[in-house]
């Protein structure tokens, strides 16, 4: 009794990782507060964080690993023996129906880096290229299109800018740490620009806030792009240099006139001069960054690849202030896609989807689905998923949910019985983020953090749990580390650092500076500066030339969004999803009581016209149809001005008003598979009760 | 210097902080003819209807009045001798002084009702009303209350809440007319109904008698009678004041006081419901005997009594409280007679009837039939109404601005 | 002594402190009407405000209750409501020029902010930094610090000086 420790490390119920320090008593955490030194969120923590302290002790949790019986229900079984038997299956599953009938889906909730590369070993290491993830509906678009652009994804230096533009995103809800560097930014003098379609919290703080029409932000974009040509607010050297396509960019932006530009966008002409007179006094100081909110259009890459070509023309790339260009740590690949890249296996989506599979190698979770039920182009029958829960989260549940259960082996590791765990024939109870050693790096700060075993219930972490799987499917050659202690010191190892100097700093370890404007010293060097094709900012893109894919241009033009290219008179209002709200992170924490209570429901999100015009008012409860199916949910009214009319908003993630019930796993952005989640057409009825 | 507080009440305590802040020597002296600890007699209903326990009714520094330096002495002042700065006590003889603050309160009244004086018959204004309710309360079941102020309906709402059987007679033609609106006065009524409570209004009480079961019969104008177990009398209060009599202090039916709280007599303050002193609105001299303006008075004079200057901008009438479950709440002028236009807040707004009253295009006043969170729109307010702060917005909007005006300093 | 202070300039109203406070506040539940602060975003306004208790120098909450159940608390300064006297009459809600007492409809009685005995949790959630616990003479000296940048700012443009940097702009 009464052992009790404070320890520091790092947040993981979001992906924005902040610090914390959680009270421990007898193994058990009592309170979560900030840590207030760590180096980006300063003690400050938003309530998931804090909630965990709940979340992590609910009585629900799963311990002992389930396995369904024949009559459907769930029995506790030991470790040893769903091991052998998951082993057992998956290896009769790839001798029956061949190497890749069987994949790995890393979920959210254990991160992106390190997990994900020993997930993605682990599936290259028994023979499957099939590695699924989150990132084909999220993160990944981005990712491809800055690394189109520049051959990294820049990091807006928020708190030194003169001037920050968001687009599609709201830091407060989705990267709580980051609103306190644009406070920053802003309190030293920074002026804010959020372009988006609904007036968001940080909206509430702009200095100018755009509400544009969905979908059609690259239009602006290039707007935005000419009138920075025309008022040669260009920066030349800069363009001149390190950039290829400019001449291109100057042709094709021509046409994009203020009044054609207020057309496609709703945005007057006044507020494009403004926003450009606020770039001109900034630059090079301008700090922007893109959201989720242009992902999820079938324009989506080319949208964002044109919103980022504008930081790089006002000189702002890896300039204090404006886009900071990551460094490096020269960390060990965990991954096998050079020594083992079975591509002859034919990776679900890599045909269909070359590009976002040759940049970040991931097989496609909408495909997979199809796949399944089909059995077209060649059969998938075993599943092994931890940290995920697309029953939920993924496009089109229905689907979702019949694919899952066609399965012959589906496995989830999960700290709970999510809806998607209820549909597996093996539950393996997960340890949490306070449960494993594991390391975060950013490229940008150049800062390493790790975390600690500090919770121990005997449960298998996600290292644990790979390598045995591994070793028990006679591939345990590549996990030689004894455990995650081992495997974070080997990872560490070329940095000349131990998991021990990391340590002593768990709010953020300076493994050194990041210099400004790097691109310079590389050329006087001879190095490659940007890492494209042509080493430089690739405003047209060599790599897309050189795939010359039908439909997928070079440059990146503007396309409308899928409901204003095919509109259906038959379902008049266009919905998005994908809104977060601050108490949960997309399928989880409804389980949380305390956050449960203060919000049950999803709702619907609407502008009081259309409200109107739908006779519908506050708490109505509502039918939303697509072509996909139904689900049904209830009206908030929004005011007039946090919504642009004739769309409507629904978070996910609610089991009783589950949006994406009816989203389109059917229509995606070409060069990146993503699904349109904000392009759902849709009509909606008043229904009683 | 030896300053005399007459009176244990709210002012008194009130006087005795605020001078203690500027004085830290000087002898206190406080006599009060209710025997014990001072309580607070506002708290009464509370304890009636058994919602608050009975020893949460004394204030909590009353038995700890010797740490402040006070001297208590438990006796009735008879008079005052002004000329001579001396007060004569029932048992304890003179008592000199160099500052005098009255502050010795009011009692409730009873109406020319033939009948009205006589066992069964009570107030509730005292701590001694509390202790013989408390017993009626328990042993009987039905009680008719005469008078329908803001007293009279908490006291209707202790016996409703307690299981008695209860029944308001009031003369006017409505409820609580220092608190509420005609609309509020309605809504209250019907609320009330919905509880049980039998409210008559517009009837006059002719006569009352005890027939030989023990129980009241209470003849009313042209209204069939009723009986009664026990009655409780709400109907006017006056000022304590009767030993003022041969003294030179100017009084009416209260001491009209001056922006200190000086009466006519230099070294003599007066505060609380005993007083008159000027208001927000300008008016020079008024009475309100809510305990807010008691303990502002009672303040402003502890203050000056101790040498300071300090000057009162006016009282401004506030009531509130929790009956029937709902919450009733007024502030300033909210009478039809005192305003040339009103807004009433929607439903939409989840405060209940909420009627914002003005003047001249000024804000003056303020009355709710509602929830609790409303309330806090009143003490908002409060400073606005107070300053004479003109709000050229649409009512709808005047949260928004209470809230954004703190921070535009 | 440490007082909560708020920067309406930084708020975004994502609520987190309203979570964190109702949760400290009703050990249950994060309901809004648990909490003992209150951000109101007006949209046309274009302003957020948060609002919790200041902890008056003389507070008039404190001076009305009736029944003597607001105190201060010796250790952390705050003014605090202690329950068990408190009536329920909302005298103190009537006197709060700021809206900050609230009352709690189930224990009938009033409730407001105690500064969680030293360590504000609503500040602690407070993610866009708007909430501080801090001496009042450090906030004082971020707001001057705040003022100075304006007016050199202005003075920047007014004596028309343009910085060069190394774009040569
Ligand atoms: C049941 C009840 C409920 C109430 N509820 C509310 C309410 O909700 N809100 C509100 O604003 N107001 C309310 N009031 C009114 C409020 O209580 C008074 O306005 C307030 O108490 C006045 O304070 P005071 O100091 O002027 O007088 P008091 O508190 O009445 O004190 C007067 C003191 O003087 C003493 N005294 C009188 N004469 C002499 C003498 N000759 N010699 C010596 N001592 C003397 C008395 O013993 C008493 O101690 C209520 C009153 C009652 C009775
Ligand atoms: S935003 Fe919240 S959940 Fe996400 S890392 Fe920070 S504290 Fe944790
Ligand atoms: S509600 Fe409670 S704390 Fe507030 S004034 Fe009344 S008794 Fe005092």
């Known amino acids: 009794m009464g052992n009790k420790k404070k320890v520091k490390t790092t947040c993981r119920m979001c992906g924005t990782l902040c610090g914390i320090t959680a009270h421990i008593e007898d193994n058990k955490v009592v309170e979560i507060e900030g840590n207030p030194d760590h180096i980006f969120s300063k003690g400050r923590i938003c309530i998931k964080g804090s909630s965990a302290a709940t979340w992590l002790n609910l009585p629900d949790r799963i311990y002992k690993p389930l396995k369904k019986n024949i009559k459907g229900d769930f029995e506790e079984i030991e470790l040893e023996q769903a091991m052998e038997e998951i082993a057992a299956k998956l290896l009769e599953l790839q001798n029956k129906y061949g190497n890749n009938a069987i994949g790995f889906w890393k979920g959210e909730g254990i991160d992106f880096e390190q997990q994900e590369g020993l997930y993605r070993r682990l599936a290259h290491a028994v023979g499957t290229p099939n590695y699924f993830s989150n990132d084909t509906q999220c993160y990944a678009s981005r990712h491809i299109a800055f690394y189109l652009v520049y051959g990294c994804w820049p990091l807006a230096d928020y708190a030194n800018a003169n001037l920050i533009i968001n687009w599609g995103t709201n830091a407060p809800i989705s990267h709580s740490h980051w609103t306190q560097a644009i406070n920053e930014g802003r309190e030293k003098g920074a002026k804010l620009i959020i372009i988006d379609t609904r007036y968001t919290e940080i909206a509430r703080q702009a200095d100018i806030y755009v509400q544009i029409r969905p979908g059609t932000d690259g239009a602006l974009a290039w707007g935005i792009i000419r009138e920075m040509i025309k008022r040669n607010e260009i920066d030349h050297d800069f363009v001149d240099k390190f950039t290829v396509g400019y001449d291109k960019v100057v042709e094709y932006a021509k046409s994009f006139t203020p009044e054609y530009v207020a057309e496609i966008t709703a945005i007057s002409p006044a507020v494009i001069h403004q926003i450009v007179d606020e770039i001109t006094k900034a630059r090079p100081r301008l700090a922007s960054w893109v959201g989720c909110g242009i992902e999820h259009q079938i324009n989506g890459v080319n949208n964002i690849r044109a919103i980022t070509m504008i930081d790089a023309l006002a000189g702002a790339t890896d300039r204090k202030g404006g886009m900071r260009t990551p460094m490096g740590f020269n960390l060990p690949d965990l991954t096998l896609y050079e020594k083992k890249p079975l591509l002859e296996l034919d990776p679900i989506g890599a045909k269909r989807f070359p590009v976002i599979y040759e940049m970040r190698h991931e097989c496609h979770t909408l495909m997979l689905m199809d796949q399944i039920l089909s059995g077209k182009p060649y059969p998938f029958k075993g599943l092994v998923m931890s940290a995920a829960n697309p029953v939920l989260t993924n496009a089109n549940s229905g689907k979702v949910t019949k694919a899952l259960s066609a399965l012959d082996l589906f496995v989830v590791k999960d700290l709970f019985l999510t809806e998607t765990a209820r549909m597996a024939d093996y539950v393996i109870p997960a340890a949490s983020y306070l449960e494993r050693e594991e390391m975060f790096f950013n490229g940008a700060m150049r800062a390493g953090f790790i975390t600690g075993k500090y919770l121990d219930y005997g449960l298998q972490t996600e290292y644990e749990f790979v390598k045995e799987l591994a070793e028990r499917m006679g591939a345990g050659e590549y996990f030689p580390w004894k455990d995650d202690h081992e495997l974070n010191e080997w990872i560490l190892k070329p940095t000349g650092y131990t998991t021990e100097d990391l340590h002593t700093a768990p709010g953020g370890f300076i493994f050194g500076d990041n210099p400004t404007e790097k691109h310079y010293q590389k050329a006087a060097s001879g190095e490659k500066m940007f890492d494209t094709p042509t080493g430089k900012v690739e405003f047209y893109s060599m790599y897309l030339e050189a795939k010359n894919i039908p439909g997928i241009d070079a440059l990146p033009q503007y396309h409308p969004p899928y409901y204003l290219a095919q509109p259906d008179p038959e379902y008049p209002f266009l919905l998005s999803t994908g809104a977060r709200k601050q108490k949960y992170f997309h399928g989880r924490y409804r389980n949380i009581p305390q956050l449960y209570k203060a919000e049950p429901n999803g709702h619907l999100e609407m502008h009081p016209d259309d409200a109107k015009a739908l006779g519908l008012k506050n708490g109505d409860r509502v039918r939303v149809t697509s072509r996909i199916d139904s689900f049904d949910t209830i009206v908030q009214v929004m005011h007039e001005k946090e919504i642009f009319k004739g769309s409507m908003q629904h978070t996910h993630g609610f089991v009783n008003e589950n949006v994406n019930n009816i989203t389109y796993d059917d229509v995606y952005d070409p060069i990146s598979g993503f699904p349109v989640f904000k392009s759902i057409q849709v009509k909606v009825e008043k229904i009683d009760k | 210097m030896k300053a005399v507080i007459i009176g244990n009440g709210a002012a008194s305590l009130a006087a005795i902080r605020s001078f203690r802040k500027y004085d830290k020597k000087s002898s206190i002296t406080v006599i009060s003819k209710e025997g014990g600890n001072a309580y607070s007699r506002v708290l009464l209903p509370y304890v009636l209807r058994g919602k608050l326990s009975y020893e949460k009714l004394f204030l909590p520094f009353s038995d700890k009045l010797d740490s402040l330096g006070v001297t208590y002495i438990e006796d009735e002042v008879l008079s005052v001798d002004d000329a001579e700065s001396v007060l004569k006590l029932g048992k304890h003889g003179d008592l000199f002084y160099d500052t005098l603050l009255i502050a010795s309160g009011s009692k409730a009244l009873w109406p020319p009702i033939k009948g009205i004086c006589q066992p069964g018959i009570y107030h509730l204004w005292t701590i001694n009303d509390l202790n013989r309710l408390q017993i009626e309360f328990s042993e009987k079941k039905e009680v008719v209350i005469i008078g329908s102020g803001f007293v009279s309906l908490q006291a209707a709402w202790a016996a409703c809440s307690r299981g008695l059987k209860v029944t308001l007679i009031e003369i006017a033609d409505r409820l609580m007319p220092l608190v509420l609106d005609v609309r509020g006065s309605g809504l209250m009524a019907e609320q009330m109904s919905k509880f049980g409570v039998n409210v008559y209004t517009s009837t006059i009480t002719e006569e009352i008698s005890k027939r030989e079961d023990g129980k009241f019969f209470i003849l009313l104008r042209d209204k069939e009678n009723i009986l009664a177990d026990f009655i409780i009398v709400g109907a006017g209060v006056g000022a304590n004041i009767d030993f003022l009599k041969d003294s030179a202090i100017e009084f009416a039916r209260t001491i009209p006081v001056d922006n200190y709280m000086l009466t006519n007599v230099l070294n003599v303050f007066a505060a609380g419901d005993v007083a008159a002193g000027p208001s927000v609105f300008g008016d020079e001299h008024v009475t309100h005997a809510l305990w807010p303006t008691a303990v502002e008075m009672g303040k402003i004079a502890g203050a000056n009594m101790a040498g300071q200057n300090i000057r009162y901008d006016g009282s401004l009438n506030m009531n509130v409280t929790q009956m029937f479950d709902v919450t009733v709440a007024s502030m300033g002028k909210f009478n039809d007679a005192d305003i040339d236009d009103y807004y009433v807040y929607d439903a939409e707004s989840g405060k209940g009837y909420c009627k914002l009253c003005y003047k001249d295009g000024l804000i003056v006043g303020i009355c709710l039939v509602g929830t609790s969170e409303a309330v806090s729109l009143l003490g908002k307010l409060r400073p606005i109404i107070r300053n004479r702060l003109a709000v050229k917005l649409p009512p709808a909007k005047l949260d928004a601005f209470l809230n954004v005006r703190f921070f535009q300093k | ?169």
Request: a negative charge; charged letters at 25%.
């Open chain 3, 1 to 169: 002594m440490k007082v909560i202070t708020l920067d309406t300039s930084k708020c975004v109203g994502c609520r987190n402190c309203e979570l964190a406070c109702a949760f400290i506040n009703s050990k249950e539940t994060c309901e809004r009407k648990f909490s003992m602060i209150r951000v109101n975003h007006y949209i046309e306004e274009h302003a957020v405000i948060p609002m919790t208790c200041l902890h008056c120098e003389d507070p008039w909450c404190m001076a009305v209750c009736p029944s003597g159940a607001i105190t201060r608390d010796p250790e952390t300064n705050a003014v605090i409501i202690q329950d068990e006297k408190c009536a329920g009459c909302k005298m103190c809600i009537l006197a709060c020029p700021y809206g900050n007492i609230h009352f709690d409809a189930e224990l009938m009685v009033s409730h407001k902010c105690n500064l969680c005995e030293g360590n504000p949790r609503c500040v602690g959630h407070c993610i866009s930094g708007a909430l501080n616990f801090e001496e009042i003479e450090d906030f004082n000296e971020r707001s001057r610090k705040k003022v100075d940048l304006e007016i050199s700012k202005y003075m920047k443009q007014t004596c028309k000086t343009q910085e060069v940097d190394s774009n040569g702009k």
